[in-house]
């Protein structure tokens, strides 16, 4: 149990139409990265939001965008979605900077999409 | 771009065996993570990897950082069933814009009875 919450677990969309995922992240995290893992594959990083504001964003496009609240819950949103965008999506929840300071990152369950 | 490279990407095993996973990649970073994955789960943080030289153990599971080679490797020792998953290493960049994990494919491994 790493309290960090995504929805829903599993979609399916039709290609061309738009998707929301969101994430809660674990009390007192500011920072909130979203990486996508197709089948077999390893995680991508797409982004990542810190205080609201995207702090760094891997390869994929624009129509990929998130948002930070507040309470640093996050979305993620993809618009004119694409088989390709097929996958599982991962939230990432930490400290900002984790990851090179070694403190825990920790994964929600995740967001199983099928786009068909 | 920093590319992450696992081999072998697929290992079989027998119980009791011993053996390595390795993780090799393009650039600079004192950093690494292994993680594991179950079928359909997400990911469990096995391992943090903080500078040259590093070893950490947990159980059956070791894990080694040479940042001069720019190699990690996960030692398996005397393999179960229960070991069966795919493990992910994932170095670390940082940047100005905060730091990220970049992942390897992945080793699906199997540990047969």
């Known amino acids: 149990e790493t309290g960090v919450t995504q929805s829903p677990t599993h979609l399916i969309k039709t290609r061309g139409q738009q998707v929301t995922l969101r994430c809660s992240s674990q009390?007192?995290?500011?920072?909130v990265s979203w990486y996508q893992q197709a089948l077999g594959q390893g995680p991508q990083f797409i982004f990542q939001?810190?205080?609201?504001?995207?702090?760094g964003r891997g390869n994929f496009p624009p129509r990929f965008s998130g948002l930070q609240f507040p309470n640093y819950s996050s979305e993620l949103n993809v618009n004119a979605l694409e088989l390709d965008d097929s996958a599982l999506y991962l939230c990432a929840s930490s400290l900002q900077d984790s990851p090179y300071s070694g403190n825990t990152i920790y994964f929600g369950e995740g967001s199983w999409l099928t786009v068909v | 771009e920093l590319k992450v490279e696992q081999n072998p990407l697929f290992l079989s095993m027998q119980e009791g065996k011993n053996y390595t996973i390795y993780c090799n990649y393009s650039?600079?970073?004192?950093?690494l993570y292994w993680y594991r994955q179950d079928p359909g789960k997400s990911l469990e943080s096995l391992f943090v990897l903080l500078s040259n030289g590093a070893v950490k153990q947990e159980g059956r599971l070791m894990a080694s950082l040479d940042t001069k080679a720019r190699l990690s490797t996960l030692h398996i020792t005397a393999a179960v069933h229960d070991l069966s998953a795919t493990y992910f290493c994932a170095v670390v960049v940082r940047r100005t814009s905060g730091s990220r994990l970049t992942f390897g494919e992945g080793t699906q491994l199997t540990v047969n009875p």
């Open positions: 939001y810190y205080r609201e504001e995207e702090n």
């Open positions: 650039t600079t970073s004192d950093r």
């Open positions: 009390s007192g995290h500011n920072t």
